[in-house]
Structures are given as C-alpha cells and as structure tokens.
C-alpha cells in the first residue's frame, strides 16, 4: 500500500470524527466568546465588540445597567410559569396520542407540527389578533405572553414526550401488573420514572425557548419588558458587558442540569 493510499485510508477513517469536532467548535466558540465579553472592561471604548481589559466588576455589579435585572427576572418568572404549564399539558396530550386510539388521531399528530413549522412572525401576529379580538388589545403585558409561550411551547414538549413514550417497552409494564400492581402503581414506579428523562428535557427545552424569545414577546408584551427585549433596546447604544454575564449565567445552569441528569440516570442504569 502506498503512502497516498494510506493518507486517504486514514482520512476516510477519521473524516466523520473531524466533522464532528468541527461542528462543535463551530457550536462552542460563541459561547466561549460570551464568557470572555463577561469579562470585559469597554468602559473606555465605543466599540463594545473589543475586548479592551480584564475585569471582574461585569460579575460584581450585573444589575448595574438600569433596567436589566427586572427584565432578568421576568423572563424567568413567564419561563418557569410556561415551562410549568405546558410541559403538564404537554406531556397528558402526549400520553393521549401515544397510547389510545381515537377519530381524528392521525390529524391531532400532524396538526401538533404547525406551530413548529411556522414562522414566529406569523404565530406572533396571529396571537396578537387573537388577543386584540378577545379583548385584550389595551391589556398586553405579562398574562398575554404567558400564554403565548405556553402556546408555543407546547408542540416542543408533546413531540419530545412523544418520542420518549414511542421507545418504552410496554411489556415492562405488563410485568408489572402480572406481579399484581395496580395501574395506578405502576404508573408511578415504572412508567413514570422511565419517561421522566424526556419530560425533563421538554422542561428544559420549553424553559430556553421562552426565555429566549422575542419576535412572539414582541408582538403580544404591550409595555412589558423582558430579557430580550431589553437587550434589543439598549442594541442601539451598545450593548452593556452585564448581558454577556447573564448569558454566561444560564449557559452554566442549562450545563449543570444536563449533567445532572446524565449522572442520575447513569446511577439508576446502573442499579
């Protein structure tokens, strides 16, 4: 074998592993470049993309920019609210669809993509008229984008609880009613605890969806201010390096609760 042959030998060996690492890389750096702005001192630049010194006061003072921390606080109150109520519903409607036949049930499947599919701009508006026709024109604030996260959310955890309910082995819990459990019993100590993973994860999907959006925020928040709305807002004078440590904040949650739950379900395979 010759040497070119062998060269191209090992690239096709390695060709998949470093189209992975590149697709990483490609997802990390932005993060890595927000955990570095976290730590920036641009106080005496305009260009606010420059990292100019190293500081600790972003991570000191993170509520310094007016505003800001309300807006933070917001956004996690409407997330977790959101995330609350859709991944309950959510996660009845999946139950529903996966495991009883009913009139209508191929098209209940089909419709539940729509809000998937669809631009945000046009669920945005549609909700928004919605709102107005409903009365609620002059009242846009908190309880109108509440539901329209929840709306959106909920497509997100139906097809994720869906897909966790469509790999469980049923015969699992037929088992367990032969060795006499009621139905009820073994909901709650097999089913449950096997379709958890996947709940969770529409959970943490739902949360990061809601606290990240903006063009459904904005069409239905009326005076309301959230996280993305704020940084949109001060976009237009420069962006203050308090926002990169917000960023950074959620980032090192989302991870740890991943990991979290990586460990948990190892230790329960395990045993």
């Not at 890389?25 to 001192?41: C, E, G, K, R, W």
């Not at 309880?143 to 497509?155: E, K, P, R």
Request: proline content about 3%; charged content about 10%; aromatic content about 12%.
């Amino acid at each position: 074998m010759t040497g070119l042959q062998r060269a191209g030998r090992w690239i096709g060996e390695h060709l998949v592993l470093a189209a992975g690492l590149l697709v990483l890389v490609y997802m990390f750096v932005p993060i890595a470049v927000v955990m570095l702005m976290s730590f920036n001192d641009n106080s005496k630049s305009r260009n606010v993309y420059a990292f100019r010194d190293f500081t600790w006061n972003n991570w000191a003072n993170p509520c310094r920019p007016d505003g800001m921390c309300e807006a933070v606080v917001r956004s996690i109150e409407i997330g977790l609210l959101a995330t609350l109520v859709a991944t309950l519903l959510g996660s009845l409607a999946a139950f529903g669809l996966v495991r009883h036949n009913f009139a209508g049930r191929s098209i209940a499947n089909t419709v539940i993509f729509l809000p998937m599919a669809s631009p945000e701009i046009v669920m945005g508006s549609s909700l928004l008229a919605l709102f107005v026709a409903g009365g609620f024109g002059g009242r846009l604030g908190f309880v109108t984008i509440f539901i329209a996260h929840v709306m959106f959310c909920l497509s997100f955890v139906i097809v994720t609880v869906k897909a966790r309910l469509a790999g469980l082995d049923e015969n699992l819990e037929q088992a367990a009613m032969d060795l006499y459990a009621s139905e009820w019993t073994t909901f709650w100590r097999v089913t449950f605890p096997l379709v958890f993973p996947g709940i969770a994860a529409a959970a943490l999907l739902s949360f990061s969806l809601s606290f990240d959006d903006f063009i459904i925020t904005n069409l239905n928040a009326g005076q309301t201010v959230t996280f993305p709305m704020f940084v949109w807002g001060v976009a237009q004078r420069g962006i203050p390096m308090q926002v990169n440590v917000v960023g950074t904040v959620m980032f090192l949650i989302s991870l740890f609760l991943v990991l979290g739950n990586m460990l948990v379900t190892r230790k329960r395979a395990a045993a």
